[in-house]
């Protein structure tokens, strides 16, 4: 069997895509999408002819994939999505369950949870207070009395 060279830029293309399923940076896409259109363009007799000009199909629809790539991802990641594990505490209200002592530690509950929480400016809440989580620093969430 005889490999003709649009043959090899399709193999060449799905390597490339495969690779990009392990390294997702959306460079070995590029270079995927830019093999298979050429070698779809290599079923051309005009272009089957000429190697050089099958390398500068290659090289010229493998930048424009990586601009129109770069540009999506950019899009894609601009927005991460809301916050998750013990970070999308932030924000959210609580109630003092012990007393906060001045310069010390006490807990509060929030979603049915109860979190070790400081004050901010170190200063004592009484219980049954409700506060908003500030922040989280090791296990200790940071908390300042709210009227909301």
């Avoid at 790539?69 to 950019?74: F, N, T, W």
């Avoid at 509060?108 to 219980?127: N, P, Y």
């Amino acid at each position: 069997m005889v490999l003709l060279a649009w043959h090899i830029w399709l193999i060449l293309g799905i390597i490339f895509v495969i690779i990009e399923i392990f390294d997702p940076a959306f460079f070995f896409l590029s270079l995927g999408i830019g093999a298979i259109v050429t070698g779809l363009l290599a079923l051309l007799p005009f272009v089957q002819r000429y190697l050089w000009l099958q390398i500068f199909c290659f090289a010229i629809i493998s930048f424009l994939a990586f601009l129109s790539m770069r540009r999506l991802g950019k899009r894609v990641l601009a927005n991460p999505g809301p916050e998750t594990n013990v970070f999308a505490l932030k924000g959210k209200l609580a109630h003092v369950t012990q007393a906060i002592p001045t310069d010390g530690r006490g807990y509060v509950k929030v979603g049915g949870e109860e979190w070790v929480a400081i004050t901010k400016d170190h200063s004592a809440l009484a219980k049954g207070i409700k506060v908003e989580i500030l922040g989280i620093e090791g296990n200790k969430l940071i908390v300042k009395e709210t009227d909301k």
